[in-house]
């Protein structure tokens, strides 16, 4: 369900984050909300919006939420396209994702569940981006930042499908910052370790160097802003992925499937 307010077009600049209801979304919508700003904050849960919304608006920012599913790829681009028509985004933030990893005694994620993590965290951001990327080449500019993750750059047996929708993510990212920069559009592939999260406190299980979402958020619009193509954090994750690389695979695999954790069912865990 969308909330307009009236007035956008006299606006300066328009940010479009997914993933707004919660975690790592909510906290850049509040991060950028100022006078003079129009967010656009979409999120699967409308109650939880709103709340991200009120807060912004008490900083001065405009604003417009849409409830929507992202499995929904065909609905998402209709309603991207409509936000830029009626304002020209200038940052497209792609914060939405989805997280689990498999069930306990299972061999694999389920199909059910492989299907829908790869629309949510991956072609419907591909082709989020891929549209915005479109638009704002012809405008000679413009910002994308695209939510991936340290899980990319290793094969994780309990989470196969998140960390392959994930590398999958990456290398579409940094493709699309080669193919846009000669237009004056950057992307930015932004790969975080644990963030303090629903999505982490569902997990059970050690959190190295768990960083809290405001710090996450300062770092990564800052990295947007910037032009920055690449930010993980934080720095020891840069190690991990070099150490894995320079093991070989076998005895890498041994190790990871050795890690433990265990997930709560969405809505347990401090969601």
């Known amino acids: 369900m969308s909330r307009p307010e009236k007035n956008t077009t006299t606006l300066r600049h328009h940010i479009l984050i997914t993933g707004a209801s919660s975690g790592i979304g909510a906290a850049l919508a509040e991060y950028y909300a100022r006078p003079g700003v129009h967010l656009t904050l979409w999120g699967r849960s409308e109650e939880r919006l709103e709340k991200t919304a009120t807060a912004a608006r008490t900083k001065g920012a405009s604003v417009d939420t849409l409830s929507i599913d992202l499995t929904q790829a065909e609905v998402a681009l209709k309603e991207l396209i409509k936000a830029d028509d009626k304002l020209a985004v200038d940052i497209l933030i792609l914060s939405a994702g989805m997280a689990d990893i498999r069930p306990h005694n299972a061999l694999a994620e389920s199909a059910d569940t492989a299907l829908k993590m790869s629309m949510v965290n991956f072609a419907t951001p591909v082709a989020m981006a891929t549209e915005m990327a479109n638009r704002m080449a012809a405008r000679r500019h413009g910002r994308i930042g695209i939510m991936g993750s340290v899980a990319s ?119």
């Open 153 to 271: 750059f290793h094969d994780l047996p309990l989470a196969t499908v998140y960390s392959g929708s994930k590398a999958g993510l990456g290398r579409f990212s940094t493709a699309l910052q080669a193919a846009m920069t000669p237009y004056n559009v950057r992307v930015c592939l932004i790969a975080p370790g644990f963030i303090d999260t629903p999505m982490s406190q569902r997990l059970d299980g050690e959190q190295a160097f768990l960083v809290p979402v405001e710090k996450a958020a300062r770092k990564i619009a800052r990295s947007i802003n910037s032009g920055r193509s690449v930010l993980v954090f934080p720095w020891v994750f840069q190690l991990t992925r070099l150490l894995e690389m320079a093991l070989p695979r076998p005895i890498a695999h041994r190790i990871l499937r050795r890690l433990d954790v265990m997930q709560h069912p969405e809505g347990e865990g401090g969601a």
